[in-house]
């Protein structure tokens, strides 16, 4: 079989007539093309990993911002639960102070100590320390999630003690409420008083009787109002009274 051992290239000059002529062997023609190629291939290989690199660097920075938005917001929610706590004391303590007027003992379901776990202090509740690297990011995520999650059950379960008790404090405060409203604490009119709660001689027969009430004199027509409030039992003209007003505090 007949094969190439020689190519042939001639450069054939413009302004000259003379043709130089350059003999390249057939192997060194097929090295170069076997060259060229590989040349081009690390060229795409080259420009392929570059364009890689700089899509990584590029993301990488787009996380790192993201993190540090992240880590910004976590603070600012740090900072809100801490506000949140100091609220949740001061209602405790008026609670208390609501519980000592009115005599309400804890509810058992806001005593802390039937709570199976150990609650964290507010200033202990998120740890993030500056990192560099994902891995270390996603530590500080993972051990940032139990301590909120924490903190969220807490927060839960002291509202809804705060809840009952206060509920508590609420429902004995109208019934006081109530009571007093019903309770007489000023004259149905004004005068002065003829005759005291005691025993009196009667103005009819002259023996000493029980007088279960005040009287009180004025002239006739002057307006009386309801000592506190009440039902109307009765409203009529009475024997020995007069025009009466009976009512049930």
């Known amino acids: 079989m007949n094969t190439n051992r020689f190519y042939t290239i001639l450069i054939v000059p413009e302004k000259t007539s003379k043709v130089k002529k350059i003999i390249v062997p057939s192997w060194l023609f097929r090295g170069s093309i076997l060259g060229a190629l590989f040349l081009c291939v690390l060229i795409f290989l080259m420009v392929y990993d570059y364009w890689y690199v700089m899509s990584e660097i590029h993301l990488n920075k787009e996380l790192k911002t993201e993190n540090l938005r992240l880590r910004q917001q976590v603070q600012l929610y740090k900072s809100k639960m801490n506000t949140i706590d100091n609220t949740l004391d001061r209602i405790k303590t008026f609670s208390t102070r609501l519980k000592m007027i009115t005599n309400i003992e804890d509810h058992a379901s806001y005593d802390n100590k039937n709570l199976q776990i150990k609650l964290p202090d507010a200033s202990t509740n998120i740890e993030l320390t500056k ?3 994902d891995q270390s990011e996603n530590q500080s995520q993972n051990l940032a999630e139990p301590e909120f999650d924490t ?22 405060l109208a019934d006081k409420k109530a009571f007093l409203s019903a309770l007489p604490t000023r004259k149905p009119s004004i005068g002065y008083f003829t005759s005291g709660f005691g025993v009196r001689r009667s103005p009819y027969g002259g023996s000493a009787k029980m007088h279960e009430g005040l ?6 027509g002057t307006k009386i109002w309801s000592p506190a409030d009440g039902i109307v039992l009765f409203s009529d003209t009475k024997p020995g009274y007069g025009q009466t007003l009976i009512i049930d505090h």
Do not use: C, H, P, R
């Open 151 to 172: 903190w969220f059950l807490k927060v839960k379960q002291e509202s809804i003690g705060l809840e009952q008790v206060l509920q508590d404090q609420y429902e004995l």
């Open 131 to 133: 990192t560099t690297t």
């Open 215 to 220: 009287d009180i004199a004025n002239y006739i």
